[in-house]
């Protein structure tokens, strides 16, 4: 096993059980060093856990493995969007695509009270963060900032359309880097709420429209950004032809 | 595991798409998603991929007493696998509402319609005949699991061959594979069954649904037919689903003419492999396993992932007349007659049948361009709801 | 002397300990590192079918499902299997573990019912699987791991292992360390075929061994064996699959390599 240090092997394929080596820099600051998602403390190495590409981020010193996923495993602050499969007292059961499903309480809305509830059906898409989530726990979902003001999450419209595409997508499509998402806004205008785990609700001014979106963003799974913008330029090409 | 719950928004959105007459894979109402069939090394092995809908038949034989009401005949049983490869909430070994349906149907389309001469199978009156045992295991559910598993069934009887067997007074002598040439079974006729979801009180129908289809639907039609355009079998499902006549009737038209294209496919592939076979060095499923390079590596190569199957295999050939079947079904309706009394429809789709785009520019559209939207085009499929609405 | 070792009453940790002590001493980790480095260059030429010293040709295509969390199908000469994964899931009450991940396996013959041998393989697995998940990062979850049976080229049981380890590698369930199983068999004229194809088998042999090993250090994990040899015999064949099992780790890191083509910079 050829162990390969961080600074040279950045953006490089790991496999789990490989094990890699501080950089000369990290090892002799004295800066605290964090292991994201795929890397492992195991006595003095540093094991991967997780097939994928190396991936490094400055201040503090933080890495990870890029990996792919379609199975979501809740992490807290994540947004995510849920279908509510049932009420149990003051909360309703939210099915995000994890093994367990989410609670999410009746008064977690902004301006809800006691008294004056949000009016949420069994079947319905909420846009919800998550609040707990920990691997011996129940997930709780919220849809108001500690504040208890409205920063955008709530019940989705029933007039949108949801799709599944795999978690490795979702990222690529939320980094600041993708234009994907803007550059099909600015052929046709839509509204849409990506959840990390893995879905997408889309609305469009029709339901053809919708439908096309959302063809387009799970087609572009395994494209790089030239393909992308490729894609996109084919899109706005056939709007305009409408 | 529960299934996935269906929320109210996907379920509207189906619905009212449908109701537009497109869909929400970019399909048009009668438009089937793209069919491979493939065979394994050993006899009677047939995968299917309908979409991304993967079934696997194999077909197996042993010798056993027939039964003493049929004396000179052998069995076929039809027996139908699920586990939680296919989807989450199918349990191995237990087949549940769905698998129960599915095995039924299969076995109605091919048992029932008597397809396989059973009476070839008989060795010996009352003493030994064939037990032809059909497994179809599903290994990936993405709606439509019956046309599916029927056709890869089908495919499997076609593609088996017994060990051939001689008489020496009354002792039985098996021959084995590779002494003596195996036998094919006798194939009378080649039923199908093909799906449409319907939607809208029956107003409105869908051929081949996707699971997300089937799952907001009102219902289910089933239709059995052969490559002679005849009724096997027919179910209709569903809560309180209620079909018009001509409905029936036309689903049937359109039905008919798929299912004679789709056993001329698969003749094409049984001839197909058997000339891989003749020609030695043959490996089967290995041939059908696509490496990821080939997947994902070009824009071209990721179009061909969405709009057809990862896999190109040995039936190139007809894939052309394949990717088009809207344009073949506009052709057929036409000359479609299963009955007398179905030339009303058939007549009116005439009036309202556009020309058929040159097969250059729709050969074109599907190779060249990601087809995300439903284009003008793809009017002529319409149709059928035209007429009923 | 003659061993017999029947690896389904045995635990796997008791063949670890026991195996790890007796051939770590005797193996130079050198000797087959310089091995690898012959083997690298000719990967895609193993397509030979009654080649005795190398392993057949592989190939797979990953997520071939796309409602399973991790599926491939992957071929090893004219063996077909296909894998999928599901997890982490809710545990049924009943088999849910407070500490860690259930791990369900099933085995899926091509006709008729899983019997006991079906049943016999899918302990191989599960106690390999158990070995490699880190099941502890997910407890009171369920992974559901299928391997269906797709074409018999005559080597089922560590083309199922084999898939089984790039099943998870394309579900991204947290591992400790991968797996390639190889077996091997040794005819009647003692002499050991590696990775043998379905008409060796059927000509009969003396024994069938399958190992598997661990990609950290080559320890062995699994061991199964039927029939009845001189432990010379056994120790040699058990070599031979060691080395050979660099090529299937060599052909992981291709796969995902492949997978992850569009995303290295």
């Known amino acids: 096993m050829a162990e390969k240090s961080f600074s040279t092997h950045v953006n490089q394929i790991y496999l789990p059980g490989d094990s890699v080596v501080l950089s000369k820099t990290d090892e002799n600051s004295n800066a605290k060093i964090v292991l994201g998602p795929g890397l492992r403390k195991y006595g003095k190495q540093i094991l991967v856990t997780k097939p994928g590409i190396l991936r490094t981020k400055s201040s503090p010193p933080t890495y990870w493995i890029d990996c792919h996923h379609r199975r979501y495993v809740p992490a807290r602050g994540d947004d995510v969007i849920g279908v509510v499969t049932n009420k149990v007292g003051e909360s309703y059961k939210v099915y995000i695509g994890s093994s367990e499903e989410a609670s999410l309480s009746s008064i977690a809305f902004p301006g809800a009270t006691k008294k004056n509830k949000p009016n949420i059906q069994i079947g319905d898409l909420v846009f919800a963060k998550l609040l707990i989530a920990s691997a011996d726990m129940e997930p709780e979902l919220v849809c108001v900032n500690s504040l208890g003001e409205n920063v955008g999450l709530g019940v989705l419209s029933t007039n949108g359309f ?74 706005i090409d056939r709007q305009a032809g409408f | 595991m529960k299934e996935t719950p269906l929320s109210i928004c996907e379920k509207q959105c189906v619905i009212q798409a449908v109701k537009e007459g497109q869909r929400v894979d970019g399909r048009s109402l009668a438009e089937q998603r793209k069919t491979c069939i493939t065979f394994g090394t050993e006899w009677g092995c047939c995968q299917v991929l309908l979409g991304n809908t993967r079934v696997m038949a194999q077909v197996s034989c042993t010798i056993q007493v027939p039964k003493s009401s049929r004396a000179n005949e052998g069995m076929l ?103 003596r040439d195996p036998v094919p079974l006798t194939i009378l006729h080649y039923p199908l069954t093909l799906s449409f979801a319907l939607f809208d009180q029956g107003k409105i129908y869908a051929l081949d649904p996707t699971n997300l289809e089937e799952r907001s639907a009102d219902g289910k039609l089933v239709l059995g037919l052969n490559a002679y355009r005849e009724l096997c079998t027919l179910q209709i499902s569903g809560d309180g689903v209620f079909i018009r006549k001509e409905a029936v009737l036309s689903c049937a038209n359109v039905a008919a003419s798929r299912a004679v294209e789709m056993v001329e496919m698969l003749k094409k592939c049984l001839a197909a492999d058997a000339a891989e076979r003749i020609k030695g060095k043959y490996d089967g499923l290995v041939s059908s396993v696509a490496l990821e390079a080939e997947r994902i590596t070009t824009q071209s190569q990721a179009t061909a992932y969405f709009k057809t199957p990862v896999h190109n295999l040995e039936e190139n050939a007809d894939e052309e007349s394949l990717s088009v079947p809207k344009t073949k079904l506009v052709k057929d309706q036409g000359i479609v007659t299963l009955e007398t009394k179905s030339d009303v429809s058939s007549s009116e789709s005439d009036i309202e049948m556009e020309p058929l785009p040159p097969a250059s520019v729709v050969k074109k559209r599907v190779y060249e361009e990601i087809d995300i939207g439903n284009d003008s085009e793809e009017e002529p499929v319409m149709l059928i709801t035209k007429e009923l609405t | 002397m003659v061993t017999n070792f029947a690896c389904l009453q045995t ?98 013959p091509k006709t008729g019912m899983p019997g006991v041998a079906e049943r016999g393989k899918e302990k191989l697995i599960k106690t390999t699987c158990n070995h490699i998940i880190l099941t502890n990062l997910h407890p009171r979850t369920a992974v559901c791991i299928t391997i269906q049976e797709m074409q018999d080229g005559g080597t089922l049981l560590s083309a199922s292992i084999n898939a089984v380890c790039l099943a998870l590698l394309d579900s991204g369930l947290p591992l400790q360390c991968l797996v390639a199983a190889v077996t091997c068999l040794v005819d009647k004229k003692d002499k050991i075929i590696l990775d043998p194809c379905i008409r060796t088998v059927k000509e009969g042999y003396k024994a069938m061994f399958t190992f598997a090993f661990d990609s950290q250090k080559y320890n062995l994990i699994l061991s ?23 090529i299937i780790f060599d052909f992981y890191r291709q796969a995902v390599l492949r997978k992850f083509s569009k995303e290295l910079l």
């Open chain 1, 162 to 235: 949801l799709f599944t595409v795999p978690l490795h997508h979702i990222r690529k499509l939320l980094n600041p880097e993708c234009t994907l998402l803007k550059s099909l806004g600015k052929a046709l205008p839509f509204e849409i709420a990506v959840g990390m785990n893995g879905k997408i609700w889309i609305k469009a001014k029709s339901v053809k429209q919708t439908i096309t979106l959302a063809r387009a963003i799970s087609m572009s799974e395994h494209m790089n950004k030239e393909e992308m913008n490729q894609l996109c330029k084919k899109f």
């Open chain 3, 224 to 246: 199964h064996c039927e029939g009845q040899v001189p432990y010379q015999l056994f120790q040699e064949a058990m070599e031979l699959c060691q080395k050979a099992s660099h």
């Open chain 3, 11 to 108: 635990t796997l940790h008791n063949f670890v300990l026991f195996f790890t002590i007796t051939f770590l001493v005797q193996f130079k980790t050198h000797s087959y590192l310089c091995f690898i480095k012959i083997l690298k260059s000719s990967v895609t030429l193993f397509t030979m079918e009654t080649e005795q010293k190398s392993i057949r040709a592989l190939k797979c295509e990953q997520s071939v499902l796309s409602r399973a969390d991790g599926s491939v199908m992957f071929s090893q000469g004219n063996t077909v299997v296909m894998a999928s994964v599901y997890g982490p899931l809710e545990a049924k009450i009943q088999k849910e573990l407070s500490d860690r991940m259930y791990v369900e396996v099933n085995y899926k």
């Open chain 2, 77 to 179: 049983f039809i027996n139908v696998e699920m586990s939680t490869m296919a989807a989450e909430h199918f349990e191995a070994g237990r087949l549940g509402q769905q698998g129960i349906e599915v095995n039924r149907l299969v076995e109605r389309c091919i048992k029932d319609s008597r397809c396989i001469d059973l009476e070839s199978l008989c060795i010996l009156v009352e003493e030994q005949a064939w037990e032809i045992r059909v497994d179809i295991h599903v290994l990936n559910h993405e709606g439509n699991l019956i046309d599916a598993a029927t056709l890869a069934a089908l495919g499997a009887l076609c593609h088996f061959r017994r060990p051939d067997v001689t008489l020496d007074g009354r002792e039985v002598i098996v021959h084995q594979l590779d002494e």
